[in-house]
């Protein structure tokens, strides 16, 4: 998940785990994964400093053989190693892999993928800084050590791996996929904590909406082998059972769009290359009472990742995420009125104001297209953006005209960035103010800046139906959203 921000963990003791049963279940899915050892030489895991050293993420950069220099190192006697990540400085595309969220990486052990169960995180230890697996259930459960610093210095330090630890790829069917472990083969009893799903790890000032108790880890069902295509993405659906049931998936994940799937009408909640991105969705569904299945799907023709431009050294980056696309029209409301458009105009005039400001920003889509959630993250998090900051417009019912209002959304650490840019929307516009709310949608959990979602107004509702009618009006929504950014970034 995208929480990277949590706090530092007290200190801890260590090493090989105890305990016993790798619980037999949750496992089950795992073996459809296989790896592929990296040489050592081509990739490093890298203790990543947030907030000058206050916190610190890790990164994992991988080398592509016979391309530029992704890395230096430089050595400090028997102290730290010191990274440079070259590829900050120049268009790595081809040349260096790097994975800075939890979803790029995960612990396996023993050929068990343990992504689920154990998140990695950087925490010092006196004068260290310690990888561990940390598990995500049972907070009391002793954490695996992985490796670590070998001391303290400013920068990028280079994590020295425990003797029997390695950096491989998970490879699907024998092809590799964009994923990368920590792995250790040795025999190692693991202590899979069981109990509640875990506390969010950041303490949020208001109290997350009321849920349902989750239920225990379901293994979702493996993909229909007779139709497996040549494709190997994963396509999270809900089949629509009542007249709410698009509603309900988009409390859940917003950017959820009706579709047909073999005949079936569905609510299509993603479409994703890795399977343990389309179980976290999964999950967060069934949690609700939502009756979600996963398909195989061939991966999209359009829904490629954009393309990563050069990026001014030194520059602020904001990645501004116009809404659904291409064959997602969002949300559709008084008059035919289709939410992609309200969030290409937006989007489009709030760049404008923040490249005038100085602000390098990169926009996720510039035409009609349609681009998966986790193309959108991927981008924002490849980048290293400062900021994350997705425009959409919101939908009840059509026989619900007077729900009207400005809602911001954040997850973890966007919070203040959230109030900023609400409050400068109200200053700049009259509307209602449905207020400053956390939810865990997807591409606030896996960017790995602040990020914020704004639903600028319901299409469904009269008032702000009628809004997003004004070009005029639509201008000072966004004059707004982008005076909120500048005011966070102190411009
Ligand atoms: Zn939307």
């Known amino acids: 998940m995208a929480l990277f921000s949590r706090p530092l963990s007290?200190?801890?003791?260590?090493?090989?785990?105890v305990l016993a049963g790798l619980a037999a279940a949750p496992m089950a899915r795992a073996q459809q994964f296989g790896q592929q050892p990296i040489d050592p030489n081509l990739a490093v895991a890298i203790a990543s400093p947030v907030r000058e050293g206050v916190l610190y993420n890790l990164m994992i950069l991988e080398q592509i053989p016979n391309q530029r220099q992704c890395w230096q190192e430089q050595a400090q006697g028997n102290g730290p190693v010191t990274v440079e990540p070259l590829l900050l400085n120049f268009d790595f595309t081809g040349a260096c892999d790097r994975k800075t969220d939890s979803n790029g990486y995960s612990v396996r052990i023993n050929d068990q993928d343990l992504g689920v169960h154990y998140r990695l995180e950087i925490s010092p230890r006196q004068n260290d800084l310690v990888l561990f697996a940390r598990p995500t259930r049972d907070r009391s459960a002793p954490p695996i050590e992985i490796g670590r610093t070998n001391g303290r210095a400013n920068g990028f330090l280079r994590v020295q791996l425990n003797p029997g630890w390695q950096i491989a790829r998970r490879t699907y069917n024998g092809q590799p996929v964009g994923h990368i472990y920590l792995t250790?083969?040795?025999?190692?009893?693991?202590?899979?904590?069981?109990?509640?799903?875990?506390?969010l790890s950041q303490t949020p000032s208001t109290p997350p909406p009321a849920r349902p108790t989750a239920p225990p880890i379901q293994t979702p069902p493996p993909p229909p082998s007779g139709t497996t295509p040549t494709g190997n993405h994963f396509r999270v659906v809900v089949p629509i059972t009542g007249g709410d049931t698009l509603q309900r998936v988009r409390a859940i994940e917003p950017?959820?769009?009706r579709t047909?799937?073999?005949?079936?009408a569905v609510v299509q909640v993603g479409l994703f290359s890795e399977q343990q991105r389309a179980n976290e969705v999964y999950r967060s569904l069934v949690a609700a009472s939502l009756p979600a299945k996963i398909l195989s799907a061939a991966a999209p023709a359009v829904a490629s990742t954009p393309s990563l431009p050069p990026i001014p050294r030194g520059?602020?980056?904001?990645?501004?995420?116009?809404?659904?696309?291409?064959?997602?029209p969002g949300a559709v409301g008084i008059g035919g009125i289709q939410e992609k458009q309200i969030n290409t105009t937006i989007s489009n005039r709030v760049q404008q104001?923040?490249?005038?400001?100085g602000i390098t920003v990169l926009m996720t889509r510039s035409s009609d297209v349609y681009v998966s959630l986790?193309?959108?993250?991927q981008f924002a998090n490849r980048a290293g953006a400062n900021l994350f900051v997705s425009i959409h417009a919101n939908a009840i019912s059509m026989s619900r005209p007077e729900v009207n209002g400005l809602e911001t959304y954040y997850f973890s650490s966007g919070e203040r960035l959230a109030r900023s840019i609400h409050s400068a929307v109200l200053r700049n516009v009259n509307m209602r103010d449905r207020g400053v709310r956390q939810a865990r949608f997807y591409v606030l959990r896996h960017t790995?800046?602040?990020s914020v979602l704004v639903e600028t107004g319901f299409v469904t509702g009269a008032e702000d139906a009628a809004r997003f009618r004004d070009p005029a009006a639509v201008n000072r929504i966004a004059d707004g959203i982008a005076r909120g950014i500048l005011d966070y970034l102190g411009r």
């Open 184 to 199: 250790h083969a040795a025999p190692m009893a693991v202590a899979l904590a069981t109990g509640t799903n875990p506390p």
């Open 10 to 17: 007290t200190l801890m003791t260590t090493a090989a785990v």
């Open 260 to 264: 047909t799937v073999n005949g079936e």
């Open 448 to 450: 790995t800046m602040p």
């Open 353 to 357: 104001q923040l490249q005038a400001a």
């Open 374 to 377: 986790e193309a959108r993250t």
């Open 255 to 257: 950017e959820s769009f």
């Open 315 to 328: 520059a602020t980056v904001v990645v501004i995420d116009p809404g659904h696309g291409g064959r997602d």
